[in-house]
């Protein structure tokens, strides 16, 4: 890219980019004021190095804030926390009774012993919607044609509903 084309084609990827690339890692870091940072500091890698394909620049986006809040954690002595707010990020926020504690846990197990069993696209994928990501960061982040991004969803929720079904018939 030519160099005084430089500044206005950051500028359109910093305005469309941006809230979600905020949103992500203010999830992530559960502070806005650190996760306002962060961002800036993945712009401040676009504008510096940014990547070859500029219209695949959503998955660079994506690799490089996850790196950028990893070494946030790591910085902070606090990387076992972003796990834990991983996990929290997609389970009830309540405290629930010993009974029903122990047996979240087990269909928590239950369930990631599943997922490990899917193939690592149809786990990334399914990962990916319940985390709030549209279709089209998807089928970015996994290389794929948008319009397949629904099916390829669909299928795997199929999958991931038959291993449980069966992974519950053998507990029993």
């Known amino acids: ?19 979600s690339v905020l949103r992500k890692i203010t999830l992530l870091v559960g502070d806005r004021a650190a996760a306002e940072d962060l961002t800036q500091d993945v712009f401040l890698r676009l504008y510096r190095n940014p990547p070859e394909d500029l219209e695949r620049v959503g ?3 994506h690799r490089v804030l996850t790196r950028i809040v ?13 796990t834990e707010k991983l996990q929290a ?14 047996i979240q846990n087990w269909e928590r197990d239950v ?13 990334n994928a399914l990962l990916m919607k319940e985390k709030g990501y549209s279709h089209a960061e998807i089928a970015e982040a996994l290389q794929v044609n948008p319009k397949i991004v629904g099916t390829l969803l669909m299928r795997a929720a199929k999958r991931l509903k038959k291993n449980l079904l069966t992974e519950e018939a053998m507990e029993s």
Do not use: C, I
């Open 1 to 19: 890219m030519p160099q005084e084309e430089r500044p206005a084609k950051f500028q359109a990827l910093f305005r469309e980019h941006y809230p």
């Open 59 to 61: 998955a660079w986006l």
């Open 70 to 82: 990893y070494d946030h954690y790591r910085k902070s002595g606090r990387e076992a926390n972003l």
């Open 89 to 102: 990020m997609s389970e009830e926020r309540s405290v629930p009774s010993n009974e029903t504690a122990v």
């Open 111 to 123: 369930v990631r012993s599943v997922l490990n069993k899917l193939s690592e696209r149809d786990r």
